[in-house]
């Protein structure tokens, strides 16, 4: 069954440092997203991306962050100057469309901040 | 402000049993419902979407359902099994002008014993 696959699965990195997280989406899907989930919190929406190009994006997602798809099969969210409130789980999800459609999750990079 | 609350916050209950999650949301103009399952350290798997139009949709044992006039949700599970310990998260979407950002609850963490 194809999957959402995240890489690394933990990332420790030292305050002020910048981080990529790294997905790869399933093959067939055309939207991507980035999501944020700070321990014992809820999932909070951070970007969506289609085309090539930001579709949307909360309030979260500021200049701090950013994301790429640089080759046609990964889709990266990068993470500049990082703070220890950036200490969280980073989901990554994909689907075929937008809208009604089902959005399938990546097991999460847990990125801790120190 | 687009909102999604869930009650109760947490159940425990012995397997074999049937339990019944709320989800509450004030999220407009509404799009879709969706109730996902989120098991420790893991990303959400979704479990059941719903749109304006739908009452009720099963998943297995999983049955939800949603009345939109008084934005509730509800997600029943039958015959609990051990494995249905996880968190239980209702995310609703609006759809304004193109945009599809969703709203995430905080989730109900369900234990079941043996």
């Known amino acids: 069954e194809p999957e959402v696959t995240q890489t690394p699965s933990h990332q420790v990195t030292q305050m002020g440092q910048e981080v990529i997280l790294r997905c790869v989406p399933i093959s067939n899907h055309l939207y991507f997203y980035w999501y944020r989930q700070i321990l014992g919190q809820k999932v909070e929406f951070l970007v969506s991306?289609?085309?090539?190009?930001?579709?949307?994006k909360s309030e979260i997602f500021d200049d701090q962050f950013s994301v790429e798809r640089p080759d046609g099969s990964n889709f990266t969210l990068k993470i500049r100057s990082t703070k220890l409130e950036d200490s969280a789980m980073y989901f990554c999800?994909?689907?075929?469309?937008?809208?009604?459609?089902?959005?399938?999750f990546g097991q999460g990079t847990r990125l801790t901040v120190v | 402000k687009n909102q999604v609350e869930q009650s109760p916050q947490s159940l425990i209950i012995l397997e074999g049993k049937n339990c019944t999650l709320q989800c509450n949301y004030t999220v407009s103009p509404f799009s879709n419902l969706r109730w996902y399952k989120q098991d420790t350290g893991r990303g959400p798997v979704s479990l059941t979407i719903?749109?304006?139009?739908?009452n009720t949709k099963s998943n297995g044992r999983y049955t939800a359902t949603l009345d939109a006039d008084t934005k509730q949700s509800s997600l029943h599970i039958t015959a609990s099994q051990l494995s249905d310990s996880a968190s239980y998260i209702c995310?609703?979407?609006?759809?304004?002008?193109?945009?599809?950002?969703?709203?995430f609850g905080r989730g109900t963490s369900l234990i079941v014993h043996p």
């Open positions: 719903m749109t304006f139009s739908e």
């Open positions: 995310v609703v979407r609006a759809s304004s002008g193109g945009s599809y950002i969703p709203t």
């Open positions: 999800a994909s689907s075929v469309r937008q809208g009604v459609t089902e959005a399938f």
């Open positions: 991306f289609y085309n090539n190009e930001i579709s949307e």
